[in-house]
């Protein structure tokens, strides 16, 4: 027993230092398993207490024993770092907006949309329509729920409705039978980031939602990243690729995993960033997904064709929200003015205030937008004391087409604050990010474009003293008409200098009031109304000057004593965000920081897009953010931002930081290669080379490198974009390129190979060698032209062989079968090869009768030519100048027949071995 007591209480040790790793590890990472580490911390006291009963003799020995070996066997799983490797999946499918979308629907009014999942009503309500079965598909059905409606009728408020509410769970746990149902869900939002209009955001989403609620899954779904963070035991994974994130939700939806199933919720398909075959891409993505009968999925989107045509041919599993709303309006509408000590509904003679709610619901056509719309009116109306008659005229006189409507407001705003109006409009519509309330409070402050004050000492305890927020928030819905909300944060009561970090984490959001604000404000007439209405005021230089401002009063916020050394970090180190994390010991903090690093990018961004207009002002903002002269990571960030006269400027007078043009100009290409660039970086190269930055075997090495990478991570939508862009940086790189034919050897091949070969091979043996859009030559095409145009040797090494032999075995193992379009880009490549140089003599090299054999008749005869040219020249190369003027060719123009002839001369042709 003492033996016993001693394991028991070094194991317990052990097992406690351990479960103290785990607390300080959880302090960085997203989702934190704090309960179970709960768990091991219970099941170690629980050892220590059963054992030191049992030594009082008041304990039971066979229980003992029992209860060692299930305690033993939680730890034994537990002490594997297995929560670590689940927080560090968990933590790198994580991005900063995740749940902002979701966070900024409105919550459903008070007892609306009920009928959805507790059934029709006693008025009747939800069943009033055929296609209200939602219900009865959560508990049973399966494959896509589509839920549809006019633009402005609820569908966001009642997606989150629906996957938020708690008797969801009950319904689907019907369906999953004895399995565990888990929920996930994903908002696209237009006018968010690129994660929340994207396929990879989406992915993201969705498994992070997933993994969070089922840590168990994590290991079956992504077996590789699991194995890979095992054997390295390493914190930091790789980059997630749409490819691999497909496959990883693929995973659990096709195979029967033996206890969960998985309902998905995903709101605004229509918002996902593309056209018609975008839409049309994502939506069978989506069927895929859920035809395995472990996944379902409930969508919402407009009712465009695309959708209608995928989605809406089976009446049991779609509603249309336009249709069974009605009771929701009324109950609003009415809840809503009743509300008002100025409304009278209460006796017979009140009757006329009745008759205003009715019309409002019987005029809104199911659009609830619309309602809360005339809802305010009519409050506004009752706050000055209108007579019944005048509300009745109020909600007659306003239209019910919501472009109309929103045309009126506009026109309704009082002249004196039309300009700032239009100024905000155009701020919010073309923001890099979030914009807060103190934004705008910036903005209206430097109004007139005053620099010195811009950029003169603020106090943070100034900006955030008590009601700055609200009273910005009323001006913005007194200027705006309400077309613009803000949530404004409650500001402490206490002194100044107890201001805390929530409150700087909580500004008051702005955002429109709908997505339907937004495309009114980006129609063609209307956005350029408010450009005459701003009257060429420049935003974007405000709105740096805003920023930079609301920058530099946070870096005087030192109320804690660590705060000073965090806001620095966030400051200066937004490129590399995920090392900086492990340094922040709290997630408030951790916000802290990722709030100033986005007012930092927010600078950035807006310096950029006037850096060449202002450039005063730009150098006076810029310089505000360089506290440290020798800061070569400062001038890193502005490269990557695109500052293009800044970083001349810099440059030319040898300023600390932008001394190495060549490690400048490596960072910009590195950069220009990323498939996501901050800014297009063509003319920050530009501008590198045109102050004598050299492009050096490293520069280009690393350059192709990165591009090689960058193309993994792409879809096949955006590739042709992108080697578009790569085509543009090519022009400027190759003519000034030290050796584009230089050779290295990489960290995962034997043999050493020219730095272009991975592009050279992409462009061959992937997808994109021929366009889809009609085009004679596509954009690897005339990528792979520019690259011998420019010198590139067919003959460099390449995988162990040459560009050109390895080409060869291309064409000639995948040509059957192929469509014109492949055959024409690659006789287009053969030709290029051919004439540049290509060694036809290997015994691996394309043979004449292969040519003719796999090309069509006219491109074959060109190509046929280009070999005959090709051939003389190599012959020519190997002679004497005497031998050279008598030498005639077994190779003759002549005799290259016309394409009728080719199956003739297939035998009467003089053969010429290679």
Not at 116 to 124: H, K, N, Q, T, V
Not at 190 to 195: C, F, R, V
Not at 706 to 727: I, P, S
Not at 883 to 900: D, H, T
Request: glycine fraction near 6%; include cysteine.
């Amino acid at each position: 027993m003492l033996c016993l007591q001693a394991i028991s209480s070094e194991r317990q040790s052990a097992i406690l230092r351990y479960t103290e790793k785990l607390w300080e590890v959880g302090q960085h990472l997203v989702h934190d398993h704090r309960d179970k580490v709960h768990q091991i911390e219970d099941a170690v006291k629980s050892l220590d207490r059963e054992a030191t009963q049992y030594l009082d003799g008041s304990g039971n020995g066979e229980s003992l024993i029992s209860r060692i070996s299930r305690a033993l066997e939680t730890l034994g799983s537990s002490c594997s770092r297995d929560y670590i490797a689940e927080h560090e999946v968990v933590k790198s499918l994580y991005f900063e907006c995740l749940a902002y979308r979701h966070d900024s629907i409105p919550d459903a009014h008070q007892n609306t949309y009920h009928w959805a999942l507790f059934g029709p009503s006693p008025e009747g309500e939800g069943a009033e329509h055929p296609g209200c079965t939602i219900r009865e598909w959560l508990r049973t059905g399966d494959g896509i729920y589509w839920v549809s409606g006019k633009p402005g009728s609820g569908k966001s408020t009642f997606m989150k409705f629906v996957a938020d509410h708690c008797l969801t769970q009950e319904l689907l746990a019907k369906w999953a039978g004895d399995k565990d149902c888990v929920v996930a869900s994903y908002y696209f939002w237009s006018a968010g980031t690129d994660l929340q209009k994207t396929t990879e955001g989406l992915l993201r989403t969705l498994l992070f939602d997933i993994f969070v609620r089922c840590p168990s899954l994590i290991q079956v779904t992504v077996p590789d990243r699991w194995e890979q963070h095992s054997k390295k035991k390493l914190f930091g994974l790789p980059t997630w690729r749409i490819p691999e994130l497909l496959s990883a939700l693929e995973r659990p939806a096709s195979h029967d995993i033996a206890s969960h199933k998985v309902c998905l919720f995903i709101d605004g398909l229509d918002e996902y960033h593309g056209g018609h075959d975008d839409h049309l891409r994502v939506v069978r993505m989506l069927k895929r997904l859920s035809l395995g009968g472990n996944f379902k999925i409930c969508v919402s989107s407009r009712p465009w064709n695309v959708f209608e045509d995928e989605l809406g041919q089976d009446p049991t599993r779609k509603l249309y929200m336009h249709e069974l709303t009605r009771q929701d309006i009324k109950r609003y509408v009415t809840s809503t003015l009743e509300a008002s000590r100025h409304w009278r509904t209460g006796t017979d003679i009140d009757a006329p205030y009745r008759r205003v709610m009715a019309n409002i619901t019987d005029r809104a056509e199911g659009v609830f937008l619309w309602v809360v719309l005339v809802v305010r009116s009519v409050l506004e109306g009752l706050s000055n004391r209108d007579p019944i008659e005048m509300l009745e005229q109020r909600v007659r006189d306003i239209p019910t087409d919501l472009d109309v409507f929103f045309q009126r407001i506009i026109e309704s705003v009082d002249p004196r604050y039309r300009k700032h109006m239009a100024v905000y409009f155009l701020v919010l519509l073309d923001s890099p990010g979030t914009l807060t309330l103190i934004h705008f409070w910036f903005l209206d402050r430097f109004f007139n474009l005053n620099v010195d004050t811009a950029l003169g000492p603020v106090s943070i305890t100034h900006v955030l003293r008590p009601g700055r927020q609200f009273t910005m928030s009323r001006q913005l819905n007194a200027r705006c008409m309400g077309l613009i909300e803000a949530s404004p944060a409650a500001l402490p009561n206490g002194p100044q200098d107890e201001y805390t970090t929530v409150t700087l984490l909580n500004l008051g959001t702005v955002t429109f009031l709908h997505r339907t604000v937004r495309d009114f404000l980006q129609t063609e007439k209307v956005a350029s109304l408010l450009t005459n209405i701003a009257d060429s005021y420049p935003t974007n230089t405000a709105m740096l000057l805003a920023c930079s401002s609301l920058e530099k009063s946070m870096y005087g916020y030192s109320n804690d004593p660590m705060m000073a050394v965090h806001v620095e970090i966030g400051r200066r180190d937004i490129i590399h965000r995920d090392v900086m994390h492990s340094w922040i010991e709290n997630r408030a903090m951790q916000q802290l920081v990722e709030f100033i690093g986005h007012i930092k990018h927010q600078v950035l961004t807006y310096a950029s897009r006037v850096d060449a207009l202002s450039p005063g002002i730009v150098a006076r903002c810029v310089d505000e953010l360089r506290r440290e002269p020798d800061d070569s990571t400062f001038a890193y960030m502005l490269v990557k931002y695109g500052l293009c006269e800044y970083v001349r400027k810099s440059v030319l007078c040898g300023s600390k930081g932008f001394i190495d043009r060549t490690i400048l100009l490596q960072f910009a290409l590195d950069a220009a290669a990323n498939d996501k660039p901050q800014v297009a970086m063509l003319p920050m190269v530009k501008t590198l080379l045109d102050v004598g930055a050299p492009v050096t075997d490293d520069v280009w090495f690393s350059f192709c490198t990165k591009a090689n990478r960058a193309r993994g991570r792409l879809t096949k939508e955006d590739m042709d974009n992108y080697l578009k862009e790569q085509q543009q940086l090519l022009d400027v790189v190759l003519p000034v390129v030290e050796d584009i034919n230089a050779t290295a050897h990489s960290t995962h091949r034997e043999s050493a190979e020219v730095a272009w070969a991975d592009l050279f091979i992409f462009c061959v043996e992937g997808d994109h060698i021929h366009h889809a859009n009609q085009e004679r030559t596509g954009p690897a095409v005339n990528l792979i032209s520019t690259l011998f145009e420019y010198g590139a040797d067919p003959n460099a090494p390449c995988r162990g062989t040459t560009a050109w032999l390895r080409f060869s075995g291309v064409v000639r193992n995948r040509a059957a079968g192929r469509n014109s379009d492949w055959m024409d880009a690659m006789s287009l490549v053969t030709e290029a090869l051919v004439n540049k140089g290509a060694d036809l003599s290997k015994e691996s090299s394309l043979k004449p009768d292969e040519v003719a054999d796999i090309f069509p008749p006219r491109a074959a005869r060109r190509i046929l030519e280009a070999m005959a040219r090709r051939q003389k020249q190599t012959q020519e190369s190997h002679m004497k100048p005497s031998e050279q003027v008598n030498q005639k060719g077994s190779w003759k123009l002549w005799n290259l027949p016309a394409p009728r002839w080719f199956p003739l001369w297939q035998w009467l042709r003089p053969w010429q071995q290679y």
